[in-house]
């Protein structure tokens, strides 16, 4: 793929979550503790409206979403979108839209 999950391992590893991340592809979600909690979200095999995802925006905690087009219209407004584009073999590049700048 693109690398969602490679970089959404990297966030984790920031925030010092020592287990090891992986896709919550059919889980759907995986939630870290961590002192700021991450929930991770894999929207790919949903075809509907994933109805729980109001009550994980309402959540303190870090989002992340992959797949989070299929769910637009429900993300907030200061919603911070990073894009990755595969670029050639082992390249990538990274598109972030931040509204609050």
């Known amino acids: 793929g693109s690398g969602k999950t490679t970089f959404i391992r990297g966030i984790c590893q920031f ?9 919550p592809s059919f889980v759907i979600v995986r939630e870290y503790p961590a002192p700021i909690p991450i929930y991770h979200i894999d929207l790919y095999r ?12 309402n959540l303190d905690g870090i989002i992340l979403i992959e797949w ?12 911070i979108r990073i894009k990755l584009f595969i670029t050639g073999v082992n390249k990538r590049e990274i598109e972030i839209d931040d509204p609050r700048d």
């Open 15 to 23: 925030f010092s979550i020592p287990q090891w991340v992986k896709s």
């Open 46 to 57: 949903i075809t509907d409206d994933f109805a729980e995802l109001d009550d994980y925006l």
């Open 68 to 79: 989070a087009e299929k769910v637009e219209d429900h993300l907030p407004d200061q919603t």
